[in-house]
């Protein structure tokens, strides 16, 4: 049979039309997992019971497949009631599972603020909203803008995991094709070559981005 | 169903996620050494096509990277086992991280080290293999041990190329049973009961090669 060339060509409009629906769920999925994971981070630092269940919590997710939280969620929540869009399913169970990951990636960045900006704050008056907001929050970020970079991207490739639930992104969207026309081959290597060049532009984006905030700490 | 048929039902999988897993590691440690030396070794063009080939398994989506070896090899010639596409995709994708870590170790030793072995009239290849490559392995082992992890999980996606690992028998019996809920539950345990150990496990190490600084608790 050989690899059509002008087939995988044709396929390209298709699955490049699917591309809306791939970064919607990455971008969502990118907020919802920086929302969820500071607030784990914020709970877990608190300590007492509840503190000791969310680190329990990061643990228990972050030693299990992302695949299987999906169908955990997908199937799951419609036994109990729930009934919700394959995307909203998608989305919550990419941000819930990446949530683990991005709440250590805050730790590390809170960790690494000498205690004395805090204490310098205090000894400035400075109350303790502006202290977190002015003083901690912008250190913070700088710290951690290359680690959430990369979970960023590792989010990004993690959305064609929803084709299994089938929403229509771009691996949907090649599925869809292979399956009208009995040919895998060409569709899902277009998708492959897409979700590459994606992935390489967002990683590249970040590199730069350490770079810059590299010089800008230089003191 | 009794919790016992699917807790039987589920570990019945864990033969072949066990096996796509050890295959794996046959796939990505001498692909990590390899690639993670020569691009600490080489300038120029040279180093430019290893990171090329970094890059491609590092970058790309695994999930699609799975369907396109799974059903694009066949139409060029190839045809290789469901088995040995999982161990070879997912085995070369961890690589490709790993790779960066035996690159990154290598790179933050002190040029002393290297220096000194020189200095004692050792060829490039003893410094690397005596002096080199002992220190940084070590140093980071604890990153080789998550990614270990991280392959485990990655397992659960063979399922989508007809592999009866435990994600996919435990797809079967709730589509069997029409009772989701402990089916979905139990797999989440048993990822957990195999991944928490090795997370464990890494911890103590990380603790060992790392007394200083407290552990990054990574899985």
């Known amino acids: 049979m050989g690899f059509d060339l002008d087939f995988a060509l044709a396929s390209v409009p298709a699955i490049l039309g699917a591309i809306g629906m791939t970064l919607l769920v990455a971008v969502t999925s990118c907020f919802g997992a920086a929302a969820l994971g500071f607030c784990l981070e914020i709970v877990r630092r608190r300590g007492g019971f509840v503190g000791l269940g969310v680190r329990f919590l990061i643990d228990f997710i972050r030693a299990t497949p992302v695949l299987v939280w999906l169908y955990c969620l997908y199937f799951i929540l419609p036994f109990y009631g729930v009934r919700l869009s394959a995307l909203t399913v998608g989305i919550a169970g990419l941000s819930l599972y990446y949530s683990g990951y991005l709440a250590e990636v805050f730790k590390a ?22 202290t977190v907001v002015f003083v901690i929050a912008p250190q913070m970020l700088r710290n951690i803008a290359a680690p959430m970079g990369n979970y960023f991207v590792s989010i990004l490739k993690a959305t064609p995991y929803l084709a299994v639930l089938a929403v229509p992104e771009m691996l949907g969207a090649a599925f869809d094709i292979a399956s009208d026309t009995y040919r895998y081959a060409e569709p899902l290597t277009v998708a492959g070559i897409i979700f590459l060049a994606l992935a390489l532009a967002i990683s590249q984006g970040v590199k730069w981005l350490e770079k810059r905030l590299a010089v800008s700490t230089v003191r | 169903m009794s919790m016992f048929d699917i807790w039987s039902g589920i570990l019945g999988g864990f033969r072949i996620t066990a096996s796509v897993t050890l295959y794996g590691l046959i796939f990505a440690v001498p692909f990590a050494l390899v690639f993670g030396v020569a691009q600490y070794l080489t300038t120029g063009f040279a180093r430019f ?37 999982g161990a070879m995709v997912l085995g070369l994708n961890t690589a490709g991280y790993a790779s960066q870590a035996v690159r990154a170790g290598l790179q933050a030793l002190d040029r002393g080290q290297k220096e000194a072995g020189q200095a004692l009239g050792l060829s490039r290849a ?94």
């Open chain 2, 126 to 219: 003893a410094i690397l293999l005596l002096i080199e490559l002992p220190q940084a392995l070590r140093a980071m082992s604890p990153t080789f041990i998550n990614l270990v992890i991280q392959l485990v999980k990655a397992t659960s996606l063979v399922s989508l190329i007809t592999l009866t690992d435990m994600t996919f028998r435990a797809k079967e019996i709730a589509q069997v049973e029409y009772d989701p809920v402990p089916v979905y539950l139990a797999l989440l345990l048993s990822y957990f009961m195999v991944c928490y150990p090795i997370a464990l496990f890494g911890r103590w190490v990380e603790r060992s090669v790392n007394p200083v600084r407290e552990a990054s608790r990574g899985i």
């Open chain 2, 49 to 85: 096509l290893v990171t090329s080939v970094i890059e491609f398994w590092r970058s790309s989506a695994v999930v699609i990277l799975l369907f396109v070896f799974y059903y694009a090899l066949p139409v060029v010639g190839v045809t290789l086992s469901a088995m040995t596409v």
């Open chain 1, 109 to 130: 960045g809170i960790d690494a603020i000498a205690k004395g900006q805090q204490e310098a704050a205090r000894a400035l008056g400075i109350s303790r909203l502006d």
